[in-house]
T-cell receptor, first 109, second 113 residues
Framework: RKEVEQDPGPFNVPEGATVAFNCTYS??????FFWYRQDCRKEPKLLMS???SGNEDGRFTAQLNRASQYISLLIRDSKLSDSATYLC??????????FGKGTRLHILP | NAGVTQTPKFQVLKTGQSMTLQCAQD?????MSWYRQDPGMGLRLIHY???????DQGEVPNGYNVSRSTTEDFPLRLLSAAPSQTSVYFC????????????FGEGSWLTVV
């Protein structure tokens, strides 16, 4: 079992829909959490950090549940430009930064 | 702003050849790392460094060497390339060990034939 697990994709959703991604991590020494976005044949880029209190950035909401070792990302009113692969990222206390395999999202017109 | 610079962007190697992927960052970041990305596998950590003179192994270190003689540079060496090392390689850096944005280079596409 991988240390950081994400929903298998791809997700194909119509424009304007709400889509949710889930991520679980198994290492209790994990201390900070992120969602990254990766476009085809490009490098990953930070989408948002994830905090226990939950955080929102426009149409994007991220949640962290440390007790359940679970991270989520919600995208509301999805746009065609949201089509990408979304990567769950965990930063451990031993300095290793571990990525999930990613979930591919296709927004359909 | 250069950020993280990786070279070369594309490379074809023959089995058994050696090469070095270069990575440099101009943000004075302590932490640098190398990942490989294969279809269906996501990004896997090869080696990382928390500062000049310090390196450590990640998830898939076999077949790769690194060094960190300066804060800015973190080269990745393939001593004897194998077809299994065909992949896209990303170098990354971040200011501290946690909680800060990770910046990536644009990637190096390596094919070993």
């Amino acid at each position: 079992r991988k240390e950081v697990e994400q929903d298998p994709g791809p997700f194909n959703v119509p424009e304007g829909a709400t889509v949710a991604f889930n991520c679980t991590y198994s290492n209790s020494a994990s201390q900070s959490f992120f969602w990254y976005r990766q476009d085809c044949r490009k490098e990953p880029k930070l989408l948002m950090s994830v905090y226990s209190s939950g955080n929102e950035d426009g149409r994007f909401t991220a949640q962290l549940n440390r007790a359940s070792q679970y991270i989520s990302l919600l995208i509301r009113d999805s746009k065609l430009s949201d089509s990408a692969t979304y990567l769950c990222v965990v930063n451990r206390r031993d300095d290793k930064i571990i990525f999930g395999k990613g979930t591919r999202l296709h927004i359909l017109p | 702003n250069a950020g993280v610079t990786q070279t070369p962007k594309f490379q074809v190697l023959k089995t058994g050849q050696s090469m070095t992927l270069q990575c440099a960052q101009d943000m004075n970041h302590e932490y640098m790392s190398w990942y490989r990305q294969d279809p269906g596998m996501g990004l896997r950590l090869i080696h990382y460094s928390v500062g000049a003179g310090i390196t450590d192994q990640g998830e898939v270190p076999n077949g790769y060497n690194v060094s960190r003689s300066t804060t800015e540079d973190f080269p990745l060496r393939l001593l004897s390339a194998a077809p299994s090392q065909t992949s896209v390689y990303f170098c990354a850096s971040t200011q501290t060990r946690s909680g800060n944005t990770i910046y990536f280079g644009e990637g190096s596409w390596l094919t070993v034939v």
